[in-house]
Nanobody, 124 residues
């Protein structure tokens, strides 16, 4: 079992930045690929970014490429999402998730554990 707790969400103006954190406890954190997803009201949950178990393998949705950066600190059991140049369309609840296999990292169904989510609101 892996428990995930997100933090760092909030209200920010367009063009601003936020850094989300996701602290993991339970099983060995470094054994899991980690992902960030988001869900806006009335929309399906969508992939934002993922990072493989080994450092260096990162993946992004086209909508956030060049603005968001995912990273992990295995010593702290934490994954981060640095979000720059935020836009109103980035407004959503952001979730982190852990994937044992690390293969189908773009899909919600691949992830075994989820956090409770943190709200990000970007005002225009």
């Amino acid at each position: 079992q892996v428990q995930l707790v997100e933090s760092g969400g909030g209200l920010v103006q367009a063009g601003g930045s936020l850094r989300l954190s996701c602290a993991a406890s339970g099983r060995t954190f470094s054994n899991y690929a980690m992902g960030w997803f988001r869900q806006a009201p009335g929309k399906e949950r969508e992939f934002v970014a993922a990072i493989r178990r080994s450092i260096g393998g990162t993946y992004y949705a086209d909508s956030v490429k060049g603005r968001f950066t995912i990273s992990r600190d295995n010593a702290k059991n934490t994954v981060y999402l640095q979000m720059n140049s935020l836009k109103p369309e980035d407004t959503a609840v952001y979730y982190c998730a852990a994937d044992r296999e690390g293969i189908s990292i773009y899909y919600t169904s691949a992830y075994n554990y989820w956090g409770q989510g943190t709200q990000v609101t970007v005002s225009s």
